[in-house]
């Protein structure tokens, strides 16, 4: 059986309705043995017109096998609908699956806005804001924190497509967590820009991928995101993702480091454009580029990933390789 909640209507708001601020609690199971299946949605089932979201507080189940979506205010958005500023808590499955967390909707359309939420993913997989978003829609600026190994984070949706706009979001996750994508914007087609996100990677993971901006084709633009590397952990980190045709164009990315990073790889650093700070390392000497320790051209790292580029070591598997840039210049970084 489905437990659905809705906040003030299973139809349509529409015109100009606006939902109440409600507090919404999922199911839990009673047994370890039991399946709960969820869908809990903010305001309603869709808005559309001028309708808006009401401020909700929304609390996700737990259950060892728990399917739960929430939606912070409904599953379509369309028109010039707006969504509320909810807080939500993502449910937890003790690890056996994932349920999803979307701040806003499934689909925004039309000139949807989001509204900017406050989102604890515990086990779930967030999007800000959408799945996708398309037409002339608007991210929300959100706070996301996460919390859970192997779960992905969106700032604002999966896609964004046609001249959708992400939202300057805030994520963060937790220390220990492994085999987390962080994505502060998701593709990005058509016309489509992405937000001036803030991405904080975890400390002591054994895996995590950031990307400040996904995919990037047509005629898409990348925000001007600061990507904070956590400590002890294995990162794979974009300003902005793989780029597909020559009118796209990425962002002014900043790549912050400090005493303590272990293996990191920046895979699209524009020379010119982006920038690496390392003003943390002034404690230990490091003022300009003479003082660091770089080596460039054919590069091997330990566990043999080969690469063309440059290395800069601070010790044993203490490293940032930038992939595909044999010449860092001072310009490309950020001292104190």
Known sequence: MTNIIYGDTSGTLFCEQVGGDQTLIGPSATSIYETVVTQIYGDAQAMQDFARGGNDFIIGGSATNLSEQIYGDAYVM??????????????????????????????MHDNAKAGGDWIVGNDANVYGDAFTMDGGTIGGNDCIMGSSTDTSLYGDASALKDHAQGGNDLIWVTAGTSLVQIFGDGALSGFARGGNDRIIG???SASCVIRGDGRMSDNAVGGDDVIV??????????????RTGSDTVGGSDTFV???GIAQNRIMDFEQGK????????AAQGVHDLGDLNIRSGNITLPGGTSYTGSLIGFGTDSYIALVGVEHPAGSDFIFA
């Not at 807080?87 to 909707?105: E, K, L, Q």
Request: hydrophobic share 30%; proline share 5%.
């Open 229 to 242: 590397a956590g400590a002890h952990s294995n990162n794979q980190i974009w300003g902005d993702g793989e």
């Open 78 to 107: 369309s028109g010039l609908s707006q969504g509320g500023n909810d807080s939500i808590f993502g449910g937890r499955t003790h690890g056996y699956n994932h349920p999803v967390v979307y701040g806003d909707a499934f689909e």
């Open 257 to 259: 480091f400090a005493p």
């Open 202 to 204: 975890p400390d002591d």
């Open 274 to 281: 982006d920038h690496i700070d390392l003003t943390a390392f």
